[in-house]
């Protein structure tokens, strides 16, 4: 399948080098961005006519219906990998993580959607995958097809150690910032889930270990079970091993918050939740609210949090409507590599 290389971008934090590539997959997709850019280009033969005839006002607005109608419908179903190198002392041998998070899988956007990212992450050829919560929407809605389009990860759990964690959606929970603390919103789905994803051989961490033994390399990957539920506990972690690389697969970044001082640092804490905002206008920033005690720069990408390193992606799914404005669906490719 060719990629459409709309961005590559690059930047340096630490260990960290991140780049992108952006698909959209089918040649379905692809003759819809020839459409779009055939509509493009209309708008900008039409708009200069426009103010050339002085109507600067209704250029303006045209403008803005064909972004809304472009970012609508289309990047939604954008599919980018995004990816970065990380050092860790320790480490004998480079490891490929494919992360993902917060599927929110729902109708319109459902098995066929994941069967994409399940091929695109089998083309990456990781070594491990992990998933960071949020697998169903289910806050308002909810149907059975969503726990049925998640068989789609069979493909992946059959050749791959595949690990995941729950976030709030399972549990139905949201968090009412006037309260400052999670209310209950619908139905508790986590334990539909944790079945459909145990039958199909993933391992779900609940505040548990996961010893992993991957290129006769071995680490330790801790999972926490989700903050707003308030099921979260570092108690096991304590148990560590001080000779491992230590890894922490988490829903909700601000789960760092509570990570106990005085013990083993994990080398990396990946987190999900935020959808970078969903919608993020140049100049503003997200506009969507995650609801992040950590606040909004903790929306999206890699920060060092008091020695932790953290990266947070934005994640495959949209919450209530499939909206999103530069802040593409995204599989991250993590490269462990030995600390030179
Ligand atoms: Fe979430």
Redesign the pocket.
Known sequence: MAELVDAHDSKSCGAIHESSILSRGTHQDHLHMIMYSVLLAGTAIISVLLIYSNSPALSAVLWILLAGLFYIHLEPYFLKVRKFNHKIPGLKTPIKIAFIA?LQTKKLKGKKFLHRVIKKINNLKPDLVFIG??LISNEYFFDDSQIKSLAEFSVLSKNLPVYAVL???EYGIDFDEKKDQPHKIFSDRHGTVVDALKNLGISVLHNSFANISVRGQNLELYGTDDLWAENTSWENIKSAKNNLPLLVLT??PDTILSYPKKIKKPSLVLAG?THGGQIRLPFFGPVGNAKLKLGKKYYDGFFNWHGISLFVTHGLGESLFAIRFLTPPEIVEVTLLPEA
Do not use: K, R, V
């Open positions: 917060d919560g949020d976030g709030n959606h829903h909700n939740h």
